[in-house]
Each structure stands twice: as structure tokens, then as C-alpha cells.
């Protein structure tokens, strides 16, 4: 009762999953987004995709078995998107198993209409993306139209995608061929994905800015989370050699190599400028 009066009580469901409290959502979301409507020369080669990896799952267990209602954040996919968009890429949409997008919802920018207009250009794309496993053995052998791989954000990376083979196998693709990966916030959980069955971790050395753990330990204070998570991404990647930039989850990015990553969906911004400048360089 005093967790609700004070506006920290995760919200329930219907599912039975939690989505942040009153206070969380006031501190860690927006309406509008720091989108900058920038004109780019456009890219006009033959490189033009860029492969988005989305998550397909909503509901993320906690220490103390809680369910946290999650996805992609939508500002973190889609701030980045209309950058590299205005820059001249286009986007093959792609869930691992080709089920649905899932976003954050709650974090939707109610009243960005640069956001609005891009998610509605390509939510037909979202509800019914490609299979990552079909693109692995049909298109992603050529790499001649890909410019990229983008992994959003969201506590959802962290589920399912970093365990899959699928991933892995294009992330190392991109690695090998020399495209860029493009993530932040949660995504470079993706990223463990290239170490599976054995294989050398080509990040180790790398530097990174990823969301930090000592903010995801200290959301369940304000109902953000509902409950401890089981894993944190910013240790287990320092475990695997990465070198991590930021402490705090905010707008820093980085570009090491092929590899640009951002800290928070605060880095949304800076991350798509980042990006589609660093592909229009590299590509024109």
C-alpha cells in the first residue's frame, strides 16, 4: 500500500507481468524523444541494408520470480532507425524465429511524430518480420547489399538472443565481412552470441558503452524493475574482455573498429547520428 501511494509499486498486467511504476515511468521516459532531424547526403551505393535484429519476447524473470514486462525499447530502435534512414539505408526487420516484434510500449514517445511516422512505416515489417534462421541460409551469404547489423535495446535483448546460434552466425557474418554492428543499452548482450559452441570472442579488447549494472540493481527502488535481475550484462561482458566506458546510463557512444555502441536510450540520439555518419564515411 505505501509502495502505491508513493507511486513505486510496479504496475500488474494482465499477463501477471510488471511494467514500471507511476515514478519510474516519470524519471526514465519521455513524450518526445531528442530526435535531430538532420539532412545527410544520402548513401546511394549498392550497400544500402542494414539487418535490425528484434527480440520476440515480452516477459523477463527476476531473482524473486517476477515477471518484468519488456521488449525493445522503441526509442532506442527507432531514434537510431530514422538516422540511418535520412541517411539513405533502408531496414530488413528480423525476430529469430520470425515471430513478432516486441517493444517496450510503455516507453513509446507519445508525442514524437518523427517516431510515430517511422514505427507506422514499418509495422506491418514488425508484426510480421523475417525468420533470422531463413536469412542466415538464403540472403546473408551475399554481402554485398548489407551495410550493417543493428541490435536495439531493451532488457528484452537479454532474452533468448544471446543463446542463439542464429545470432551468433550473423554477427560473426558481419564480423568477417567487415560490416558494421550497430547496438546499445541492453543490445551488446547480443554480442555474447558470437562466443557460442566454442568459438573465439572477437570483442574481447573491444570498447563498449553498455547499460551499467549498478543502475539496473538500483531501479527496483523506484518499481522501474520488479525484482533483481539474474544476470548482468555489463559483468559478464567485462568477464569476456570487453572494455566498458561508461559508469552511468547516459548518453555516451562509442566506435571501436566496425563496432558502435551507446550507453541508455539517452544515447539514442547521438548513436544514429554516430552511425550514419560513420557508414556514410566508410561507404562513400
Not at 120 to 149: G, I, R
Not at 152 to 169: F, W
Request: with cysteine; net charge negative.
Amino acid at each position: 500500500m505505501l509502495k502505491e501511494l508513493l507511486g513505486i509499486a510496479p504496475k500488474l498486467e494482465s499477463d501477471g507481468s510488471y511494467s514500471p511504476s507511476k515514478l519510474a515511468l516519470k524519471l526514465a521516459t519521455v513524450s518526445k524523444t531528442d530526435f535531430e532531424d538532420i539532412t545527410y547526403d544520402k548513401y546511394q551505393g549498392e550497400k544500402s541494408k542494414i539487418l535490425v535484429i528484434f527480440t520476440e519476447h515480452k516477459n523477463m524473470e527476476m531473482q524473486n520470480g517476477k515477471q518484468f514486462s519488456t521488449g525493445n525499447h522503441p526509442v532506442e530502435a527507432l531514434v537510431p532507425m530514422l538516422h540511418l534512414k535520412n541517411a539513405g539505408f533502408d531496414f530488413e526487420i528480423a525476430t529469430p524465429t520470425g515471430k513478432p516484434v516486441v517493444f517496450e510500449m510503455w516507453a513509446f514517445p507519445e508525442k514524437d511524430e518523427h517516431v510515430k511516422a517511422i514505427y507506422n512505416e514499418y509495422k506491418s515489417s514488425f508484426e510480421q518480420p523475417k525468420n533470422l534462421q531463413t536469412l542466415v541460409e538464403t540472403s546473408l551469404p551475399d554481402s554485398t547489399s548489407y551495410a550493417a547489423v543493428f541490435v536495439p535495446g531493451g532488457h528484452g535483448a537479454m532474452l533468448g538472443i544471446p543463446e542463439d546460434e542464429n545470432v551468433g552466425k550473423t554477427l560473426n557474418w558481419a564480423h568477417d565481412n567487415e560490416l558494421f554492428t550497430i547496438t546499445l543499452c541492453h543490445g551488446p548482450s547480443s554480442l555474447i552470441a558470437t562466443a557460442l559452441n566454442d568459438k573465439e570472442f572477437y570483442y574481447a579488447g573491444y570498447k563498449m558503452a553498455v547499460f551499467p549494472d549498478s543502475v539496473d540493481n538500483m531501479t527496483p527502488k523506484i518499481g522501474y524493475l520488479p525484482g533483481k535481475m539474474l544476470w548482468g550484462l555489463s559483468e559478464k561482458l567485462t568477464h569476456l574482455g570487453v572494455n566498458i566506458v561508461n559508469t552511468k546510463a547516459d548518453n555516451t557512444v562509442c566506435l571501436d573498429r566496425k563496432l558502435i555502441t551507446g550507453a541508455s536510450p539517452l544515447a539514442a540520439n547521438e548513436l544514429g547520428k554516430l552511425a550514419a555518419k560513420t557508414l556514410l564515411k566508410e561507404l562513400t
